[in-house]
């Protein structure tokens, strides 16, 4: 089979077909470890999302870009030897740590200061920069790229990882406390906030659905914690849900069958709102807040593909570990079908090279491949 046709077979429950290899990518302080640990730069990649190396199957993401075009100029604010104030492409200001940065990974999460929208007026002077039809938004070589894609023999998702998503879009404009605040102060701008977006992401990417054929589209939303989601089921369906419906129904009739949520923390009070609206996958059900694969696949049966689920931690341990992690997970999971064994994140600076190697063998053997 083909990567493709191994992709799609796993996507509809085929029954005695092998899920398709992947991983999601590392730290950049990962890289400096693997690198003296011995690893081939070659073999090591922040993007194995599009596979080529380790065995791990190829795939491909359309660059189709939904933020904010013109893109704010970078600038620095404040600055000293351990810290850097910024406002990024988005207009985010953001206090950083500059001590432990490898390669672009800090080793820790930014602090956010401000974000451009506040209240109905800086919505409606930042949507200016949402124009769907700015020439930025498709890479110059598209035309070539669309020529690839209809000799393909891999999977081709609609956008790059972290591409889209409704509340992650909100929390880029407002951030997270702000946007969770809005829902009951404000409740009439996220509404509004929401149709402009969901109806200029249509408009945005009728280029593409037209001129390439993509087996799937991926929401990247992170709207959750360790312990649950940021909004209630009853937020959810009352703001989002009808904002999905459309987007997943409009994709839908330009051929798209398979609809992923990405995002990490505990979703597990969303997952039927989420099968409602039409999606058929999350990732990358993270262990640590609680996300077990095994035991959400029995209640959800083939409603729902699964990928992920692989708990980092137990990477950073031993081989007895990793084994125990894997033989309570994949078998059951795998005789179920509709399962793409991957570790729940990007692997941390923690996980030795060496285990990482035991690790990528072992689930190859019990992938059957």
């Not at 990974?105 to 919505?123: G, L």
């Not at 879009?169 to 509404?191: N, S």
């Not at 007895?320 to 999971?333: D, H, S, T, V």
């Not at 795998?334 to 399962?339: D, I, M």
Request: aromatic fraction near 14%; include cysteine.
């Amino acid at each position: 089979m083909t990567d493709r046709e191994r992709f799609l077979a796993t996507m509809r429950f085929d029954p005695g077909v092998a899920p398709p290899n992947h991983e999601l990518g590392l730290w950049g302080q990962t890289l400096d470890r693997w690198l003296a640990e011995g690893a081939k730069e070659q073999d090591i990649s922040f993007d194995w999302f599009r596979g080529g190396t380790l065995g791990l199957d190829r795939r491909d993401f359309a660059p189709v870009y939904t933020h904010a075009d013109p893109r704010f100029e970078y600038r620095v604010l404040e600055e000293d030897e351990e810290t850097i104030i910024h406002q990024d492409d988005q207009g985010v200001v953001t206090r950083a740590l500059k001590t432990g940065t490898a390669h672009g990974t800090r080793a820790s999460m930014d602090q956010h200061i401000s974000h451009p929208v506040r209240d109905r007026e800086s919505f409606l002077e930042y949507k200016k920069r949402y124009v769907a039809s700015s020439p930025g938004r498709y890479p110059a070589r598209w035309p070539e790229l669309v020529a690839q894609w209809r000799q393909r023999d891999y999977p081709l998702c609609l956008q790059e990882n972290c591409g889209f998503g409704l509340f992650s879009h909100l929390r880029i404009w407002m951030g997270t406390e702000a946007l969770c605040i809005a829902f009951y102060e404000q409740p009439a701008l996220v509404h509004e906030m929401l149709e402009f977006l969901t109806e200029f992401f249509c408009e945005a990417v009728s280029r593409a659905v037209q001129e390439v054929q993509f087996d799937c589209f991926n929401f990247f939303e992170d709207f959750a914690y360790k312990t649950g989601p940021f909004t209630s089921p009853q937020l959810f369906r009352g703001f989002f849900m009808p904002h999905y419906r459309r987007i997943i129904e409009f994709l839908r009739g330009h051929g798209v069958s398979y609809f992923m949520l990405d995002s990490d923390g505990n979703t597990e009070v969303l997952i039927g709102s989420l099968i409602e609206v039409g999606m058929n996958c999350h990732w990358p059900f993270e262990a640590a807040a609680g996300m077990d694969p095994v035991r959400i696949r029995k209640q959800y049966g083939k409603e729902l593909v699964i990928s992920g689920g692989i708990d980092k931690r137990e990477l950073a341990k031993g081989k007895r570990e990793i084994e125990q992690e894997l033989y309570a997970k994949l078998p059951p999971l795998l005789e179920s079908g509709g399962y793409i064994p991957t570790v729940d994140h990007t692997i941390p600076p923690d996980v030795p090279w060496g285990n990482f190697l035991y690790y990528l063998e072992l689930k190859r053997k019990l992938m059957g491949c």
